[in-house]
């Protein structure tokens, strides 16, 4: 099993929908977790921590369940702008990051 | 702006040759730093960690001879990619946690290597 398993895209959609990308991770002793997300060719950029408790950024939510071992990331209201790779990362201690392989997103007007 | 500097950005190299591609850390200290590579549509692969002053510590299956870590100052690593082949050929990215502020990790821009 993969460290780090990620939904196998693309995604297409639509301007304003709602999409929802889902991660699972196998180290248990994983510490801390975050969402990535990388444009063509570029380097990853950090679109938000995940905690236990949930959060929000604005249209972004993320969700961790550890006793699942599961992560998402909810996008409401989908821009154009929002077309990249989101990369589910795991910091496994000390600053290594295990990534999942990423999901593309596109979305059309 | 940038908190970890990557240079060059791309480079074209001959079969045979070696590479060095620079990570810097601006504005901070960085004793450990990270090493990655990422095929096309594949995720990023740790291949070191970096430690100033220290040896770099390898991944499983990275050849610790063809990847030269060196991380001399608490601001500077570089990776050499010794004796290219065509199958080096990949983007390479550094990252760098900054102590403190959670251990937020930055990124450097990336080299695109291409062996010919």
């Known amino acids: 099993r993969k460290e780090v398993e990620q939904d196998p895209g693309p995604f297409n959609v639509p301007e304003g929908a709602t999409v929802a990308f889902n991660c699972t991770y196998s180290n248990s002793a994983s510490q801390s977790f975050f969402w990535y997300r990388q444009d063509c060719r570029k380097e990853p950029k950090l679109l938000m921590s995940v905690y236990s408790s949930g959060n929000e950024d604005g249209r972004f939510t993320a969700q961790l369940n550890r006793a699942s071992q599961y992560i998402s990331l909810l996008i409401r209201d989908s821009k154009l702008s929002d077309s990249a790779t989101y990369l589910c990362v795991v910091n496994r201690g000390y600053s290594t990051l295990t990534f999942g392989k990423g999901t593309m997103l596109l979305v059309s007007p | 702006g940038a908190v970890v500097s990557q240079h060059p950005s791309r480079v074209i190299c001959k079969s045979g040759t070696s590479v060095k591609i620079e990570c810097r850390s601006l504005d901070f200290q960085a004793t450990t730093m990270f090493w990655y590579r990422q095929f096309p549509k594949q995720s990023l692969m740790l291949m070191a960690t970096s430690n100033e002053g220290s040896k770099a510590t390898y991944e499983q299956g990275v050849e610790k001879d063809k990847f030269l870590i060196n991380h001399a100052s608490l601001t500077l690593s570089t990776l050499t990619v010794t004796s290219a082949h065509p199958e080096d050929s990949s983007f390479y990215i550094c990252?760098?946690?900054?102590?403190?502020?959670?251990?937020?990790?930055?990124f450097g821009e990336g080299s695109w290597l291409t062996v010919v």
């Open positions: 990252s760098a946690p900054i102590q403190g502020l959670g251990n937020t990790i930055y």
